[in-house]
Every structure is written in structure tokens, then in C-alpha cells.
């Protein structure tokens, strides 16, 4: 167990729908990462977290969006939702250091947009 | 364009076999090359990372074999077994980039009993 979690695990929603998904990072972490995973590829990475700002972005629209609290526990949120949308969305937690570190991934939360 | 390229897809061994998995990529800027084990519902749980300044690293029964100069860098798994089934991420990041990391494609690793 890595000690991030994140809520809920599976959600369905309709397209056009929004959606705000949770994650709490590992105790002593100061950075959060959100990344999609398609069925069948690789995470990407949607945007980074620190000291409650994002702190770099993937190739992602403005329609994902995110904040990260005090407590650095952190939230993705996806307007308008698209059939594309669904994937899995994984949350990373880290120490900030300036570059690639140990990032430990939660279980995810199962997105399905119908 | 895809950073970095993973290879194989899958990849069927026996008990006791040695699975390897490569990884290529392109920019000279990564200095960071973890990797990460993904069982199915179950998110990536980190492995094994190296950095470029070595060429080796162990931890276990899973060895990174890194060579700077082919811009490659592969996961030998020891003495295999069923239990390692699972999906197989490499990744990469770059200095200056905040960590975040560029994931190959995975390969799907099964080991018969």
C-alpha cells in the first residue's frame, strides 16, 4: 500500500456532465500528479500540483482542471465531459525536488462517460 | 511522437525464466527512469528507477540495466514467477520538469507455472 488514496474508485457519468475526483497523498508529500490511463496504454500526465499551484501541465484542455489544499490533498475536476473521457485516473504523490523523484501512485478512480 | 518506446507488447515466460523488457527513448534531457508494475483495477506501483549516472541497479529479483550512450535501458526479472503477472510501465522524466514522467506503452507479462 502506497498511502495515497483516492475517491470514488468507479463513477459513471453522461457526457456534457462535470466531475470532481479526490486524492489524498502519502504522509510527507508535497506534490500531487494526475495522469489518465486509456485501457490498454500507458498513464499520461495531466498536470502537477505544488504548494497549491499547478506546477506543470500536460497535453490536456483547459476543460481539466485541478487544485491542491493546505493539507495537499488535491482534486481533478473535467468540464464538459467527453466520451474520451473515460479512463482511468490515477493520482501521484511525491517530495518536490526540481526533478524525476519517487512517485507513488493510489488505486485510481474508474471513469465512465456514457 | 512517442518518447519512449516500450517493447515487447507481451510477453510469455515459464517459471523460473528471466523476462526482459526494453525501453528506447530519444531526448537527453530524461534523468530519471523508473519502473512500475500494474496489476489489472490496481494502479502502477513503482518497481525499480535508476538514473543515468549508472548501469546497473538491483533491488530483489528485478535489475535495470541502463546504456547512455544507445539511449536504452531494460528490466530483467529473476527466477520469474506466476505471481509476477502483471503489466509492465517504463517511464521517464526530465530534469527541470517537475518529475512528471512519460510512460511507455507497457508490455504484458505472463508467467505459466
Known amino acids: 500500500e502506497t498511502g495515497v488514496t483516492q475517491s470514488p474508485t468507479h463513477l459513471i457519468k453522461t457526457r456534457g456532465q462535470q466531475v470532481t475526483l479526490r486524492c489524498s497523498s502519502q504522509s510527507g508529500h508535497n506534490t500531487v500528479s494526475w495522469y489518465q490511463q486509456a485501457l490498454g496504454q500507458g498513464p499520461q500526465f495531466i498536470f502537477q500540483?505544488?504548494?497549491?499551484?499547478?506546477?506543470g501541465r500536460g497535453n490536456f484542455p483547459p476543460r481539466f482542471s485541478g487544485l491542491q489544499f493546505p493539507n495537499y490533498s488535491s482534486e481533478l475536476n473535467v468540464n464538459a465531459l467527453e466520451l474520451d473521457d473515460s479512463a482511468l485516473y490515477l493520482c501521484?504523490?511525491?517530495?518536490?525536488?526540481?526533478?524525476?523523484?519517487?512517485?507513488?501512485f493510489g488505486q485510481g478512480t474508474r471513469l465512465t462517460v456514457v | 511522437q512517442q518518447q519512449v518506446k516500450q517493447s515487447p507488447q507481451s510477453l510469455i515466460v515459464q517459471k523460473g525464466g528471466i523476462p526482459i523488457i526494453n525501453c528506447a527513448y530519444e531526448n537527453t534531457a530524461f534523468d530519471y527512469f523508473p519502473w512500475y508494475q500494474q496489476f489489472p483495477g490496481k494502479g502502477p506501483a513503482l518497481l525499480i528507477a535508476?538514473?543515468?549516472?549508472?548501469s546497473e541497479k538491483k533491488e530483489g529479483r528485478f535489475t535495470i540495466s541502463f546504456n547512455k550512450s544507445a539511449k536504452q535501458f531494460s528490466l530483467h526479472i529473476m527466477d520469474s514467477q506466476p505471481g509476477d503477472s502483471a503489466t509492465y510501465f517504463c517511464a521517464a522524466s526530465k530534469a527541470g520538469s517537475q518529475g512528471n514522467l512519460i510512460f511507455g506503452k507497457g508490455t504484458k507479462l505472463s508467467v505459466k507455472p
Open positions: 501521484a504523490s511525491s517530495m518536490h525536488r526540481g526533478r524525476g523523484t519517487e512517485a507513488f
Open positions: 500540483y505544488y504548494r497549491e499551484e499547478e506546477n
Open positions: 535508476i538514473r543515468p549516472d549508472v
